[in-house]
């Protein structure tokens, strides 16, 4: 493991890293955005869920910086008078719960239906690459919109709302197992002909296992680039699905909500409640999009 | 070509099948057929004979025949929340979203190509440096909060331009056009800009990409080594390299622009179908999202076909493979 | 004694890299006449390919020509500005890589790039430029030419996708071939035809070839004399057959032992123990000294310290300090000649 430490930071992805303030720059932010919004019970200025902190005679107070703003409401209420800048934090949460978790489960599913595909081959392995082809010709939200409509006609309203988190995981991340698969199942291939693996069929060793510790290192690369952008992909999908009132029930606001919400004050000149979430979101996905374009030309070999 | 015409037709008609399979599952089998095909008003009998005439007692193919049967005729039973049929309301909605679409798909190509090209031919330019950086913001922000952002610059702060609606419309047959009047036009403005800019920047960084790969082919390595102008290897050889597989993957993106449509119209409030559609997943509409789902699988599956065909076409390659090449 | 048509001289090839400047091509110097075949012969990474593509004005960033200067006809080509040396390019100097499938478009009719590159260089109607196309794909060996000009690159096998690269090549005229690998893509059938057409032509049109290649028994069919390069410096240069019936440097030595060959009795291929240092560790002295089995039949531990010039050595010319007049080695034993 040490050894592995000191390799990485000898390496040439590390130089890269170091020497492009940009890219330092973004981690430093998506750092701070998942510190800020994985602790927020705890580091939040307020807690918006909290009835007993609330008072209506705080709602719409603007930013801080205004001449009506109050300086404890650093971004200002909104129409419940919750502090914005709180409601952001715990926002962030469910919108980075719901985006990495959505983003793991479809790697699992991408990444095994690859090595399923690409190991037994055959008409198994048709299938499953003409459904992620017709798949791929569909706008994930549309996948995750329908699967989404489907759960809560199948459940009923009232129950939705309790698995609604959950659904919405399953659905964004059905929409985007297919680019790991493909990436798994063209180096499984790869690897399934090499004669180590044929050697090990015939010592009796299970092929699988090999599979596993041979073509899972050649794609690790490949499927962490994949897997950042798609955190960030993730994420704005959640966030439209819940802008569109699909997404997670109201009483676990994440971004997107808060950012649909505050839409209706936008005439009447409240324009902090939406504006300040939606920057919340933008500067989110904007450092984790950095961070994967960057992983992306580091670990590519033919821009070394 | 014929075969080849023929084999895309198969797999296109298998596709539209099952997404018709899946359509008619979410009819039957995720809430109650008969409810949605009657008014709420209907009495007990009325159920009875409806789910006698419409054959629930029937085998499961002879149900799936007769509800592609009623798609094919446009039939798709009554909306639960408008209680209008559902193929009118689609027809009544299909030219907002179509016009919204198709200008925003030019808005896409008309700048995002060119944009393309010229941050591959000059890397190092500071303006393909602004061109990137402000991509790279562009495929970070979702398209509601471009709209959102858009609206209150022009809309709230600026006044220039309509916030909802489509303006004034002209009819023309069974169209309504939003192009023959100055506040239709004015209408278009903000919702295609908001749904075109996440396709513009997703076929700037394609054109981009895929440029600069060919730029480091040996073809191009020895199109110079020939002594051609740059021009002429730019244009006349890399240029036409990109476009190819820039097709295929450009035009499946369009076709995602109908289906980006459901947004931006929410934002807008826009009277397409995109609207239309989430108001139903919201009110649990089956027979409108069912409709909507063959609609929208067949556009797609026509579009498929077409950006086949049109690879077909451009590219020699695959011509040859039919006609047996040469020795 | 006639100009040489190439002249390249102290010619230095460096890429600025995150690990300091690596030298790639390490002050080169050799000559090319007219009508003459050079094969330019090495490992892969000894530099071969870089120096073709300085000559021809394509050395991709960040690599760069350092110093040095290469002279085409007397006249300078390397610093030349863009416009001017695209001019020189397909006019004056040619080139044709390695794999004929990648090197023309599969967008373009074949003929298409053959007239497109005509009618860039010499000023010819459209109609002129077709019939010299097809009279090109005729000299090249092409079947049914007037049709097949019309074909695209798919439609041709590879060893007649390489007589098209060949013509196209050849299109407008150029006094100087650089060859980078022609045959190594090829089946060794085809190989041999290649090779035979590309002597042909350029027998016939009087052109150069620079002829870049790993394959020796290519350049032993083909060139009039070659350079062995090592390590981005040139070992030895000299008359083919010199060169390969009496080698004078110790790696071109353990080189023409490697090769097999029929006929030979030969019980062992030598083998040269060790590797081509990598860009980022070439000693200090004479690149080849820690592989070299006679560093020590030269005094004072020159190999180590000093890298040696070409210096005459036999009928060819030899980096290696075996070679150099002051030294004289006595069975084992060396001293300084001046000294006795």
Known sequence: ?304 | MLAFIIQRLLQSILVMIAVGFIAFSLFNFVGDPVSLMLPPEATAADRDEVRKSLGLDEPFYVQFAKFVGNALQGNFGISLRLGRPVSQLLIERLPATLELSMIAASLALLIGIPMGVYTALKRDSWLSKLILTISLVGVSLPSFLIGIFLILIFAVWLGWLPSFGRGDTVKLGFWTTGFLTLSGVKALILPSITLGLFQMTLILRLVRSEMLEVLRTDYIKFARARGLTNNAVHFGHALKNTLVPVITIAGLQLGGIIAFAIITETVFQWPGMGLLFIQAVQFADIPVMAAYLCLIGFIFVLINLIVDMLYYAVDPRLRAERSGGGH | MTTPLLQVKNLRIEFPSRRGTLVAVDDISFEIAPGEVLGVVGESGAGKSLTGAAVIGLLEPPGRIASGEILLNGRRIDNLPFEEMRKVRGREIGAIFQDPLTSLNPLYTVGRQITETIETHLNVSKAEARERAIKLLMETGIPAAEKRIDHYPHQFSGGMRQRVVISLALAAQPKLIIADEPTTALDVSIQAQIITLLKKLCREHGTSIMLVTHDMGVIAETADRVAVMYAGRIAEIGPVSEVIHNPQHPYTIGLMGAIPSVGDEVERLTQIDGAMPRLTAIPPGCAFNPRCTRVKDVPNGRCTSERPGLLPAGKTQAACWLHDKKTVVVAGMSKETSHV
């Open chain 1, 1 to 304: 493991m040490q050894d592995t430490m000191k390799r990485f930071f000898d390496g040439d992805v590390w130089w890269s890293f170091k020497h492009n303030p940009l890219v330092i720059a973004a981690a430093i932010t998506a750092l701070i955005c998942v510190i800020g919004s994985a602790f927020a019970p705890w580091l939040s200025p307020h807690n918006p869920f909290d009835l007993k902190t609330i008072n209506l005679l705080d709602a719409f107070t603007p930013p801080a910086w205004i001449t009506t703003g109050k300086s404890q409401f650093v971004f200002g209420t909104d129409d419940q008078g919750r502090d914005v800048l709180s409601t952001i934090m715990h926002g962030s949460r469910i919108t980075l719960l719901v985006g990495i978790c959505a983003v793991l489960l479809s790697m699992v599913i991408g990444i095994t239906l690859g090595l399923i595909s690409g190991y037994i081959g055959g008409k198994l392995d048709a299938f499953i690459m003409r459904v992620a082809d017709i798949q791929l010709s569909f706008p994930a939200i549309l996948i995750a919109l329908l699967i989404d409509g489907v759960a809560r006609v199948a459940v009923g309203k009232e129950y939705h709302d309790q698995i609604a988190v959950y659904v919405l995981i399953f659905a964004i991340a059905a929409s985007g197992w297919v680019q790991y698969a493909r990436t798994v199942r063209g180096s499984t291939l790869v690897e399934r002909n090499k004669e180590y693996v044929q050697a090990a069929r015939v010592i009796g060793r299970s092929p699988l296992a090999i599979m596993f510790s041979h073509v899972l290192p050649n794609v690790t690369g490949p499927v962490l680039v994949l897997a950042t952008l798609h955190v960030g992909t993730a994420i704005l999908t959640e966030a439209t699905l819940s802008f569109l009132g699909v997404g997670v029930p109201p009483t676990q606001p994440s971004l997107g909500t808060l950012i649909r919400i505050g839409n209706d004050f936008l005439f009447s000149g409240e324009w902090w409640i939406t504006v300040f979430p939606g920057i919340a979101l933008v500067v989110l996905v904007l450092s984790i999009n950095l961070l994967g374009d960057w992983l992306r030309d580091a670990l590519n070999p033919k821009l070394r």
